[in-house]
């Protein structure tokens, strides 16, 4: 079946660190990668995504790249803010139902 | 396009008590899923509908749960007879099948928080 390990939290970091929270995931076929955000309180939002291997998916800072070799969606932002403290959850679906798989999650703390 | 919403946000409900949660998808999307989210976890997989259809239903879903979406447009999920395992946040979510401006991508509501005492 299919299934997303991310690393485990809590990560803390100050303002204006570099980010990385790995994800490596295991399914069959192409699957879609997602990064999905959640705030304190709050539902999830759709952070960034990429749908086939090689491409990279971007927003508001934050990068992942497909790397369909080593099977990985890693997480980066090359400087972070307190405003983006939250849980980041590393997510797959296959294109035949979309249904997503996630992983536990990390919590990011940043400092200001 | 006013996003997924759910309603209530929040209920407290008693043990063997039922309760309802309501959600509306982003109109026009045809495929609706819900998932259960419990405190340090990742969402899981529930169920989902393809227009009024109920495609797949996951083995966490015990006959105490039941979901429906009769119009196609939006849905509940009754939980019966609740047990404090029930306690959770149930997160709806949203997706147009075969639509190029989403890009089937999944956008999901701010959850229902409920609590079983």
């Known amino acids: 079946g299919n299934s997303v390990t991310q690393m485990e939290g809590p990560v803390t970091l100050s303002e204006e660190a570099f980010l990385t929270i790995n994800c490596t995931y295991t399914?069959?076929?192409?699957?879609?990668l997602f990064w999905y955000v959640q705030y304190p309180g709050e539902g999830l939002q759709l952070l960034l995504k990429?749908?086939?291997?090689?491409d990279k998916g971007s927003n508001k800072g934050f990068e992942a790249t497909y790397r369909k070799e080593t099977t990985s969606f890693h997480l980066e932002k090359g400087s972070v803010q307190v405003s983006d403290s939250a849980v980041y959850f590393c997510?797959?679906?296959?294109?035949?139902?979309?249904?997503?798989?996630f992983g536990k999650g990390t919590l990011l703390t940043v400092n200001p | 396009d006013t996003g997924v919403s759910q309603d209530p946000r929040h209920k407290i409900t008693k043990r063997g008590q039922n309760v309802t949660f309501r959600c509306d998808p982003i109109?026009?999307?045809?495929?609706l899923y819900w998932y259960r989210q419990t405190l340090g976890q990742g969402p899981e997989f529930l169920t989902y509908?393809?227009?009024?259809?109920?495609?797949?239903k996951s083995r966490l879903l015990s006959d105490r749960f039941s979901a429906e979406r009769p119009k196609g447009s939006f849905s509940t999920l009754e939980i019966q007879r609740t047990e404090q395992g029930d306690s959770a946040m149930y997160l709806c979510?949203?997706?147009?099948?075969?639509?190029?401006?989403?890009?089937?991508?999944?956008?999901f509501g701010e959850g229902s928080w409920l609590t079983v005492v």
């Open positions: 979510a949203s997706s147009l099948e075969g639509g190029r401006v989403s890009g089937n991508t999944i956008y």
């Open positions: 399914a069959t076929g192409y699957p879609s």
């Open positions: 990429a749908t086939k291997a090689d």
């Open positions: 997510a797959l679906s296959q294109v035949s139902n979309y249904k997503l798989t």
């Open positions: 109109s026009e999307h045809n495929r």
């Open positions: 509908f393809q227009n009024e259809a109920q495609l797949e």
